[in-house]
């Protein structure tokens, strides 16, 4: 199972309004908090995608598993199949890790995220970028 594609395909679908907070670190300076992006998502939307299953928006996203030094860090996308709105900020090469802090791995994993989004707050990836770590936050809002 992938629950990224799906998680991705949520936001595809059901995303408005966008706003980019923080500041990346730059060379002799500091490590400074990857940028936080945020953008809107409506729960009536996130429950009618909910409602149509994991299997719909399972086609909308090309993910592929990504390994460093023989172990799995996350799913890298490789495509889209949809087009993404720019807000989200997500790009072909991006490596997500986790979805709402929790480990997107095994199907089980998928499950507990897909039954955590039908009350969640917000919809969080964890993604590498070009080997440094960013959060994309998605306030779930009524």
Do not use: W
Not at 35 to 58: F, M, N
Not at 76 to 91: C, M, N
Not at 95 to 123: C, H, M, W, Y
Request: glycine share 8%; net charge negative.
């Amino acid at each position: 199972m992938r629950i990224v594609v799906f998680a991705l395909g949520c936001a595809l679908v059901a995303c408005g309004g966008a706003k980019t907070e923080g500041a990346s670190a730059s060379a002799g300076v500091d490590a400074v908090e990857a940028p936080v992006v945020e953008t809107e998502l409506h729960r009536a939307a996130l429950d009618g995608l909910l409602a149509k299953g994991p299997a719909y928006v399972l086609a909308m996203v090309q993910i592929d598993p990504a390994k460093r030094d023989g172990r799995f860090v996350g799913f890298q996308i490789v495509s889209f199949r949809a087009e993404l709105p720019a807000y989200l900020d997500l790009r072909p090469g991006d490596v997500v890790a986790r979805v709402n802090d929790l480990p997107i791995e095994r199907p089980e994993q998928f499950f507990a995220v897909f039954e955590a989004l039908k009350t969640a707050g917000e919809v969080k990836f964890d993604v590498l970028r070009d080997g440094e770590r960013r959060e994309i936050a998605v306030p779930i809002v009524p």
